[in-house]
């Protein structure tokens, strides 16, 4: 028992929070530069602008992800380096940057997942409209296909979007992320049914355009929900709550089923439908079918969870955290059974293999006296979730990846750089780098579990 024979061992990171020249060699602005320049919007007045300088860096980079064991990199194409303008007119540099990030990457042994989209979309399309605009999913498609035709000689596994909920809550709902609107709710199903259509097209041409056989997947996420106990009433409570959709509020955005449903089962959630009805764009038939491209697996980001039990009525309700329960250094809850019932609820329903697209933790490291970064609290975090994990493929999950959140320490949207999420650490100031324990404790269990 235990993992997979395949499995894939990795860990993942995003071109904005990583790469840094922001307007080098031909690079157009994308949201996230313009947010991240404006004033106030993020901790510190923090920016993109170097980051962990990937951009130069990367050949030491994928080099020490090779010492450290790692079997699998999944990092995100930066749209405006190949399009700076979203559409039209390619740049070659940005096209060379990331051949060459791909072959580094198979000379050290390491499979490239690329994911198209994670959060950093082109300001001369944000201009048009953006998401907003329909014509947004004829630009996603052209991107991808583009993409898809330039490495996939190379690259054989593809991930459309990372995590919608958050760039379309966050950024268009909450006006907290990039580009920072807070729109309406008639614009935000049309956001949202924009971005489903949007990855439909894409799964679409990313085949098309594929020079030897790909394969595609999805990366959203969402907290998890596991039951107080494994009664049958209690477990389905929790998948039913698991499952459903919120009602309209700021939060609408979050939650599993109206973002997935449609795009692995064709069809919106039956409680949503009816819930947020007044505000639906029309929805076709032709749409859903676009929307449902088959896909080769389901990704999920999965960081946490909560506890779900019933209430003398039988309801479903949240179990109040107890005073002192544990969590990492950015607040969030240490929740390992999420990796087991996230993945078990996600099979059941969608019965594609399931990818952990992103997991880990911030904490506070800072390097000792000994001039090493001991992050014992990252160890057992990660051990804890990859035990239920482990169960869960024990128990008939069929799991086939896990990646670490994330390789370096690195630009955590409007936290800026205060959350150090690697498992190497990063001294901004010089940009040397800092294996964590937790690198090398992960190296060792790859090597355990890796057949
Ligand atoms: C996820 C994002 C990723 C990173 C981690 C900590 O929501 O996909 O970019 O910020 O959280």
Known sequence: MGFKKDFTWGVASSAYQIEGAWSEDGKGLSVWDVYSHENGNIANGHTGDVACDFYHKFKDDIKLMKELGIRAYRFSISWTRIFPNGIGEVNEKGVKFYSDVIDELLKNGIEPYIALFHWDYPYALNKKGGWLNEDSVKWFAEYAGKVSELYSDRVENFITFNEPQCFVGYGYLAGVHAPGYKVSYKDIFQICHNVLKAHGSAVIAIRKNARKPVKIGYAPTCGAMYPTNETK???????????????????????????????????????????????????????????????????????????????????????????GF???????????KCLYWGPKFLYERYKLPIVITENGMAENDVVSLDS????????????????????????????????VWTLLDNFEWTRGYNDRFGIVYVDYETQKRIPKDSAFWYKEYIEKNAK
């Open 326 to 336: 544990s969590k990492t250094g950015n607040q969030w809850p240490v929740t390992p």
């Open 233 to 323: 009433e209690v477990v389905e409570a929790t998948r039913k709550k698991y499952f459903s959709c919120p009602s309209i509020s700021r939060e609408v955005m979050w939650n599993v089923a109206w973002w997935s449903d449609p795009v692995v089962l064709g069809r919106y959630p039956e409680d949503g439908l009816k819930m947020y009805s007044e505000y639906l764009p029309k929805i076709t038939e032709e749409d859903m079918k676009l929307i449902s491209q088959p896909l080769d697996f389901y990704g999920q980001n999965i960081y946490n969870g909560r506890e779900v039990e019933l209430d003398d009525a039988g309801n479903a309700v949240f179990v109040e955290r107890k005073q």
């Open 372 to 403: 090493k970064v001991h992050d014992p609290n990252r160890i057992d975090f990660l051990n804890r979730y990859l035990d239920e994990l482990e169960k869960a493929t024990n128990d008939g999950v069929d799991v086939s990846g896990y990646f």
